[in-house]
T-cell receptor, first 111, second 114 residues
Framework: GESVGLHLPTLSVQEGDNSIINCAYSNSASDYFIWYKQESGKGPQFIIDIRSNMDKRQGQRVTVLLNKTVKHLSLQIAATQPGDSAVYFC??????????FGQGTRLTINP | DTGVSQNPRHKITKRGQNVTFRCDPI?????LYWYRQTLGQGPEFLTYFQNEAQLEKSRLLSDRFSAERPKGSFSTLEIQRTEQGDSAMYLC????????????FGQGTRLTVV
């Protein structure tokens, strides 16, 4: 069945540096992808989404890149701040169906 | 709009007891999802509704689990004869079904079965 995975379970970066969180997906029919941020004890918080007809989408300090050829998704966070510390999940969906989540990457910002 | 609301936030129950959780989605959202999350894992799909119709249930959802959305607004998730393995965070999300749109999550209900 389809699965969504992440290359690294943890990532530590210096405050002010850029962060890149990667995600691999296996369902080539997936056409919608979302990045969520989850802080301890809270529900996932929507960050940014991208549809399969796009390669790149930018938000405020975040950029999502989609490479359909190798089924890879990445989230770039510019100028990381202490408040960016959290677990980040990518999720994918085929059509307007349910979201399938990966395991997550814990991002730690060092002062 | 206060977002997706889940109650209770925390529930401790004895093994074998029944529990029920409630989710109030964002008012105009016609899709409602239930997920379960254990420590260190991503949310795991349980079931989802479009309006009052339950469109899909995970094969992981045992017969002890049942979900309803009787009027297409709030939803309840009931777990009968709880087991220690049911201990998890139960998350509800809603979305506006107009093609591909983002799902917004509530804060979750943390269940502890002792």
């Amino acid at each position: 069945g389809e699965s969504v995975g992440l290359h690294l379970p943890t990532l530590s970066v210096q405050e002010g540096d850029n962060s890149i969180i990667n995600c691999a997906y296996s369902n080539s029919a997936s056409d919608y992808f979302i990045w969520y941020k989850q802080e301890s004890g809270k529900g996932p918080q929507f960050i940014i989404d991208i549809r399969s007809n796009m390669d790149k989408r930018q938000g405020q300090r975040v950029t999502v890149l989609l490479n359909k050829t190798v089924k890879h998704l990445s989230l770039q966070i510019a100028a990381t701040q202490p408040g960016d510390s959290a677990v980040y999940f990518c999720a994918e969906a085929e059509g307007a169906q349910k979201l399938v989540f990966g395991q997550g990457t814990r991002l730690t910002i060092n002062p | 709009d206060t977002g997706v609301s889940q109650n209770p936030r925390h529930k401790i129950t004895k093994r074998g007891q029944n529990v029920t959780f409630r989710c109030d989605p964002i008012s105009e959202h016609n899709r409602l999802y239930w997920y379960r999350q254990t420590l260190g894992q991503g949310p795991e799909f349980l079931t989802y509704f479009q309006n009052e119709a339950q469109l899909e249930k995970s094969r992981l959802l045992s017969d002890r689990f049942s979900a309803e959305r009787p009027k297409g607004s709030f939803s309840t998730l009931e777990i009968q004869r709880t087991e220690q393995g049911d201990s998890a965070m139960y998350l509800c999300a809603s979305s506006l079904y107009q093609g591909l749109t983002e799902a917004f999550f509530g804060q979750g209900t943390r269940l502890t079965v002792v």
